[in-house]
């Protein structure tokens, strides 16, 4: 017989979550924790609804979830499995895990889960400071985009995304970002998904095989491999992306992000851009460009996107508004090259596509645009992120010392955090997230099996309060260094 | 020597829309006119551009638009030359083209184009009546949503979408259309492109062959080519979609509307509904279900959905808000069966997906559902819609008389006009544009070739002011049969 030896809190009917995600939300605590031990059998759905006097369709979709995110094994007429944790997951690295990092590679990637705890000293890695958006005035533009005399704003758009808007940000990124181009060649977009999604069915039939750094951003490798392509991983270097192993995979397109590289922060020098623009050019191949926060840059000069250097006839360029103003407007955009426009426009035509992005939001940010509102939003920002990116990089080296080295700083809302330490990266995440601190292990961004003696974080600093900084960081070290640890270390 | 024969008014540097675009749209013109003759060479882009005192870009950019979409050839080393125009596009049918029509399968089929102009009579297919949407109330919503305090509703939320939305939507689903679902089954997503493609990739695997509506919605089948399944155009009778058809297609999916069939406005009996579940049920097979405007019923009572017949666990259930409320918030959704609501998870978790579409909107839509206000706005805009279509049928019936067929009246936006005419559809659709009369041909519907004798046309009802529907009607009846078009017939 299985008996559950399992303490649950009561799961209630009445809070805002459902209660299976209550559930799911326990026992996914209960295995990280190891309360639930690896291999050991679940009790079956039934017999479980019944001890917690729950429906088995609650118990039901709580074991699915799990299972989905790797969690539990379901096996065929035999019930639940705790499984072993999938190694991508909490890469845990090390000398001891060698011979086994190297055999998983069927596993797709996770990321690290979304949680939405609350954390004392919050380090999330790409939190903007709202505290200071512009509240009133966007409210007033978008009153004045919201009005009966202007109702047709309603209807559906231009399916390439308003004009108007298009015009600001072709006018903004050759300003800004030293970009090449007309508003013909902006095309805007709900989500970087969507856009990655249409560069793939734009290149159809010209396109197999796409290179992505490695380590990088997962949601572009995913969405490559979702539409079909072979997706080859490029080594990062200290200086970015090794162009001749680009030339080595024999992809048709490859997809970097050099003016600040995720998530190791290289700034990729003139000489590879030119290099990697001369691969292009030589095998009629695209790059992709994400330069998803250029702007924020706190010592020395901005850097110039890629895609400006010459002429920009290779370079499908990404950008969007997540990162200098707010995520939840919704608003992307990309640059084609000139070849390309008469293909996404056939595309768009003859698939009847509409714009994704809400006209009344593309409105109002034209308006906020043209009147030089964005381009003070962003300075203030890049002051108010450089303060706070200052005040971390102080306080890890004043608190850490020799124990800690520093990677990726100078620009953007995170840093990478490298430390020597007993512990696996799972354990220290947890360990920190009992003090009340969030920090990410950076494991989730190598896209094949790699094994490390250290351990590397994502630490934040956009979104958490500057008075927070320092104590956090303080708080981290003496979570990891002042018990066993330490005297392990 | 080619001589430009072609007289174009002159572009405009300072217009709205680029030089390009200007010149692209009067070749158009020009080509569907027939001032341009088909098999025509086109000039080269250099001397066109300097005959036009433009730059080769622009010439060069009007063209590949051109190719794009059909209107002209690129032949390599010889130049640009008048294409015959796509049947698909401009589907003129008739005895005379049988032999001919029934060759075009490889050209992929176009929808008409996207036309801008001001029509003094606007029959427009699919516009809501924007002039009595609740602007000061929406206002006022979303700057309660849009403050200091809420700060965080900035920043990226829940990826399946808000869960206090899910809730509204879900509980409206089970009220106003039957529908069997939990927050939890429901998705959302920012186009109906963008959740079909999820749905795809949903059920990779297990499907390769889709079923869609025959005549029906061009981006459904577009969609699922786009992501590489097979799709099987499966005849609509008038009782809606063949059922035996799906079964001899031996398709894995099959995507229908059977609230308001797209575009003949067919209401499935409930034999046939029962028909198609139970295919689902033996084959285990999927239902997507597209209830694009199921609350809009003039006559007779609202259909509630076919997912809410056998408890939905075989129906992908397709929803939003562009015909209920407004297209320009761009906030769609779906309803999953239970047991893909873990694969949703997984994919979410593993991709790093984002949610698509804004924040701020969906939050002002659920204090906007909350409190009652969208159950009042649909009831106001049916008694509207419904005033405008009687006063359109009365009008067709009083002007037409015998001429005219009404096809898929009593619901929706649109119903289907049927005459005999010797002349196109395509000529048809030239002169009443001429005339200010928007209307448009039903040919692009059909997603085989087809032939037919009779001439078809969708007459929009929604947008127009009530005062010019009578006119209106009279306006085309006059075009069409006051002349040389009312003797030949």
């Keep these: 017989m299985y008996k559950v030896t399992l303490s649950l809190s009561k799961l209630d009917p009445d809070a805002k979550a459902p ?13 990280t924790d190891g309360e639930l031990a690896e291999h050991m059998r679940m009790p079956s759905i039934r017999s479980f609804a019944g001890t917690l006097g729950v429906s088995t369709t609650t118990v039901e979709l709580a074991y699915s979830q799990l299972v989905a995110e790797g969690f539990l094994d379901s096996r065929p007429k035999r019930g639940y499995y705790v499984q072993k ?8 690295g090390g000398s001891e895990q060698d011979g086994e990092a190297a055999t998983i590679t069927s596993i797709p990637r996770a990321a690290p889960m979304r949680d939405n705890l ?11 400071d709202l505290e200071v958006f512009p509240f009133a005035l966007w409210r007033r533009l978008s009153n004045q985009v919201l ?8 209807f559906y758009g231009d399916p390439q995304g308003e004009y108007g808007l298009r015009v600001q940000i072709s006018q903004y990124l050759r300003q800004f970002r030293g970009c090449v181009c007309t508003p013909e060649q902006v095309v805007i977009g709900s989500s970087q998904h969507q856009l990655l999604t249409l560069i793939c069915h734009l290149l159809k039939g010209q396109l197999l095989h796409i290179g992505v750094e490695n380590p990088g951003y997962l949601l572009h490798a995913e969405t490559f491999r979702q539409q079909g392509l072979h997706v080859c991983p490029i080594p990062v270097q200290d200086n970015g992306i090794q162009v001749e192993e680009v030339y080595a995979a024999h992809v048709q397109a490859v997809c970097v992000s050099p003016s600040h590289q995720y998530p190791r922060g290289i ?20 790059i992709i460009e994400d330069d998803y926060d250029g702007e924020f840059r706190y010592h020395g000069r901005v850097i110039p996107s890629l895609q400006g250097l010459q002429g920009g006839h290779r370079v499908i360029y990404l950008g969007g ?5 707010a995520p939840s407007l919704c608003i992307h955009y990309m640059v084609l090259p000139p070849d390309l426009i008469g293909v996404y426009q056939q595309m768009e035509h003859q698939m009847l596509l509409e714009q994704s992005a809400s006209r009344i939001h593309q409105c109002t940010l034209q308006l906020f645009m043209e009147r030089g509102h964005l381009e003070k939003h962003i ?4 002051k108010r992120y450089g303060l706070k990116h200052d005040l971390l990089i102080q306080s890890i080296q004043a608190v ?18 490298r430390i020597e330490h007993p512990l696996s990266e799972h354990e220290l995440v947890l360990r920190a997230r009992e003090a009340g601190v969030r920090v990410a292990s950076a494991a989730h961004t190598w896209l094949t099996p790699t094994s490390y003696s250290y351990r590397e974080f994502f630490i934040g600093f956009g979104g958490i309060e500057q008075e927070r900084i320092e104590p956090g960081i303080k708080r981290l070290y003496d979570i990891w260094y002042s018990d066993q640890g330490e005297a392990r270390a």
């Design 85 to 92: 944790l999938p190694e991508p997951y909490w890469q845990t």
């Design 379 to 382: 300075r203030k920002m890049r």
């Design 118 to 128: 609350a954390y004392r000293y919050d380090f999330h890695l790409s939190k903007n």
């Design 267 to 286: 700034v990729m020098p003139i000489a590879k851009r030119l290099q990697l623009l001369e691969w292009a050019e030589r095998v009629k191949g695209y």
């Design 400 to 417: 850490f010392g020799e124990k800690a080295v520093i990677i990726g700083k100078d620009a953007g809302f995170h840093i990478l955090l």
């Design 321 to 325: 508004f997540s990162q200098v103003l």
């Design 147 to 154: 009005r009966q005399d202007h109702q047709d704003l309603l």
């Design 19 to 31: 209660q299976y995600a209550q559930l799911y939300e326990q026992l996914k605590l209960a295995i």
